[in-house]
C-alpha cells in the first residue's frame, strides 16, 4: 500500500508538472498571439505622451521650438492680448528689411512729441537729433524708445501710418491671422493686438534677421552726442534674464541669448525671450504678465522646453521617396531619382519618443514661402499636434528657378520681384511668372527654334542656317549631357554625406550596420501595408 501510495504521489506530481508546463505554454502563445495581433500598431499605443508639467500664472502664454514651429506648450495661444513694446520686435524687423544700418535718421517733432502722454523719454531725445538706422536699432530694443520707434517709421516708410501698413503687411506674409497693428511702439490702442502663438512666429522671423539678432542680443551700447546729450550716452538691456549671470539668480536662463520686455496699463508686463542650448533654439513669449512673476514664467517655460524635447533631422531617417517611383505634384510629375529632402529641416519630439513615432502626410499645396525648388513636403504629426515639416525638392525645379534668376524673361525683367531671393519664385513654386505648369519649353527656346525657325520653302533659311542649325542642336545636347553628368554626381555626393551621416549615428548610438538595415527593411515593409491600406 505504501508504495503504491508513493507511487500514486509521484504520478500526480508528474501530471502536475506537465499540466504547469502546458499552461505555461499557452500562456506564451496567448502572449504571441496578442503581439502578433498589435505588432502593426504597437508604435501607436507605446507613444510616450506629450510632456505637460508645467504652468505659467500669465495669462497667456507659449514655448515654441524655432527651428521646427513645434508648440511645446502654450496657454491661451490664440486670444489677443495688447502687445505693449514687443512690438518693437516687429519694428526693427520692418526697419532692417527697408533700411540701410548707415543711414541717418533724423528726429521730426512729431516722432519726439506726438506720444502718449507719461510714456517717457529716457535718453531725452530732440527734435533734430541725428542718429544712424543702426543706433535707433539699439535704443529702440535695449530702452525700448517709443519716440525711435517713430523717428524709424517715418524715415522707412514717410509716415507712422506708411510704416504700420508695411507691418501689417510682414504680419500677413508671416502667416499670422490674429492679430494686427495701429503704432510701431506698441503704445495702448484697441486696433492694436496680438497672439502668442503669432508673436512667437513674428519674433522667430526677427531673430533670423542677423542685424535684429546682433540687436537684441547686446547687453548694453553707446550712442553717439545728441542735442542733450553731448558726450553721448551709455545704457543697458532691461530685460533681466538675459543679464543674469548667477546661476543661482531666480532670473537666470541658461543660454538666454535675446529678446524684449513690454509694459502699458492695458497690456500688463509682456516679454519675449530667445535661448539656445544644444543646438536647439527656443523662443518664449508672455502676454498680460505680472512683474517679476513673467520673468519666472519665461524661464519655466524655457527649462520645461530644453528638459523635455529633442529634435531629429527628418532626411537622414524619412523612407517615404524609397516607398515610390514617382511624385505627381504642382501638376507634375517628378521621378523619385531627381527629389531629395531638405536637408536641415528637423521635428520636435519628447525626449523619449523615436522618430518612427510621429505621424506623417504628404502634402502638395505648399505655403508662400516654400523653396522655388519645392514639388511638396511632408508634415509631421504627433498626437495631432505638428511638430515639424520637410520639404521634397526637385533638381528640375532648382535648375529652372537658377536660369530665370539671371535671365531676363519675355518682359525684359530679370529676376523681377526676386533679385534679393534667388532661392525663391515669389511663392510660386512649379510656375512660370505667367502661372504656367513645369513647361520645358517656357524660356522660349522650344526645340523647334533651335532648328533655325525660318521657313526653308521662302528661302530665308540656306546652307548657311543649317549649319548653325546643327551646331546649336550640338551644343545643346552636349549642356543636357554635362547638366546630367552633374546632376549624377551631385546624386552621388549626398548618398556618400548620407552614408557617413548614418554611419556616424549608428556608432554613437552602438548599433550595427546588419541591425540598421534589417529595421529599416521592417520598416519599409510595415510603411507600404500601411499605404495599401488607406
Known amino acids: 500500500m505504501r508504495g503504491g501510495r508513493i507511487l500514486s504521489r509521484a504520478a500526480a506530481m508528474g501530471i502536475g508538472r506537465i499540466l504547469s508546463q502546458a499552461a505555461a505554454r499557452a500562456a506564451a502563445a496567448l502572449l504571441a498571439c496578442v503581439l502578433i495581433c498589435f505588432a502593426g500598431t504597437g508604435t501607436a ?73 507719461g510714456s517717457g523719454n529716457k535718453l531725452s531725445l530732440e527734435e533734430g537729433d541725428q542718429l544712424t538706422v543702426r543706433d535707433c536699432l539699439y535704443v ?148 498680460k504678465g505680472t512683474q517679476p512673476q513673467y520673468y519666472m514664467d519665461t524661464v519655466n517655460l524655457l527649462e520645461f522646453g530644453f528638459a523635455g524635447f529633442k529634435n531629429e533631422t527628418a532626411a537622414g531617417q524619412e523612407d517615404m521617396l524609397s516607398q515610390m517611383d514617382q511624385l505627381e505634384a504642382q501638376g507634375a510629375v517628378y521621378p523619385v531619382s531627381e527629389l531629395r529632402l531638405e536637408e536641415d529641416a528637423v521635428v520636435t519630439l519628447p525626449k523619449d519618443a523615436a522618430f518612427s513615432d510621429a505621424e506623417k502626410e504628404l502634402v502638395t499645396e505648399l505655403p508662400a514661402d516654400a523653396p522655388a525648388d519645392a514639388a511638396a513636403m511632408i508634415q509631421y504629426i504627433y498626437n495631432t499636434r505638428k511638430i515639424g515639416s520637410v520639404y521634397i525638392l526637385a533638381e528640375s525645379l532648382a535648375a529652372q528657378a537658377g536660369g530665370g534668376a539671371g535671365a531676363a524673361g519675355a518682359d525684359g525683367v530679370a529676376g523681377a520681384d526676386g533679385a534679393d531671393e534667388p532661392d525663391r519664385a515669389d511663392g510660386l513654386a512649379g510656375t512660370d511668372e505667367t502661372g504656367g505648369q513645369q513647361n520645358p519649353e517656357a524660356d522660349g527656346t522650344a526645340p523647334g527654334d533651335l532648328a533655325g525657325g525660318e521657313d526653308p520653302e521662302n528661302g530665308s533659311g540656306g546652307p548657311g542656317a543649317g549649319v548653325l542649325a546643327f551646331l546649336l542642336a550640338a551644343a545643346a545636347a552636349g ?56
Open 45 to 117: 499605443w507605446a507613444r510616450p505622451d506629450w510632456p505637460s508639467d508645467t504652468g505659467i500664472l500669465a495669462e497667456g502664454g507659449i514655448v515654441m521650438d524655432m527651428d521646427s514651429e513645434t508648440v511645446l506648450f502654450g496657454q491661451q495661444i490664440h486670444v489677443a492680448f495688447p502687445p505693449a513694446s514687443i512690438t518693437k520686435l516687429l519694428t526693427a524687423l520692418v526697419t532692417a528689411e527697408h533700411a540701410s544700418p548707415d543711414e541717418v535718421v533724423t528726429f521730426s517733432h512729431d516722432a519726439v512729441y506726438n506720444v502718449e502722454e
Open 140 to 287: 529702440l530694443l535695449l530702452q525700448s524708445s517709443n519716440q525711435t520707434a517713430n523717428a524709424l517709421a517715418e524715415h522707412v516708410a514717410g509716415s507712422r501710418e506708411a510704416f504700420v501698413d508695411l507691418m501689417n503687411e510682414t504680419v500677413e506674409a508671416l502667416g499670422c491671422t490674429e492679430s494686427h497693428f495701429a503704432n510701431p511702439s506698441g503704445l495702448n490702442d484697441d486696433a492694436q493686438y496680438v497672439t502668442a502663438y503669432d508673436m512667437a512666429r513674428i519674433a522667430a522671423a526677427a531673430f533670423e534677421n542677423d542685424l535684429v539678432l546682433e540687436v537684441s542680443s547686446a547687453r548694453s551700447y553707446t550712442i553717439p552726442a545728441t542735442i542733450h546729450n553731448p558726450d553721448g550716452v551709455t545704457f543697458a538691456m532691461e530685460h533681466r534674464i538675459l543679464t543674469a549671470e548667477d546661476p543661482d539668480s531666480e532670473y537666470y536662463c541658461e543660454g538666454a541669448r535675446a529678446g524684449k520686455t513690454g509694459y502699458t496699463s492695458l497690456a500688463g508686463n509682456t516679454l519675449v525671450t530667445l535661448a539656445e542650448r544644444d543646438g536647439r533654439r527656443l523662443v518664449s513669449v508672455i502676454l
Open 479 to 534: 549642356a543636357a549631357g554635362a547638366w546630367l553628368a552633374l546632376r549624377r554626381k551631385r546624386e552621388r555626393e549626398e548618398q556618400e554625406k548620407r552614408r557617413r551621416r548614418r554611419l556616424a549615428r549608428l556608432q554613437e548610438i552602438g548599433c550595427s550596420q546588419e541591425e540598421f538595415e534589417r529595421l529599416m527593411n521592417q520598416r519599409k515593409t510595415s510603411g507600404k501595408r500601411n499605404i495599401r491600406k488607406k
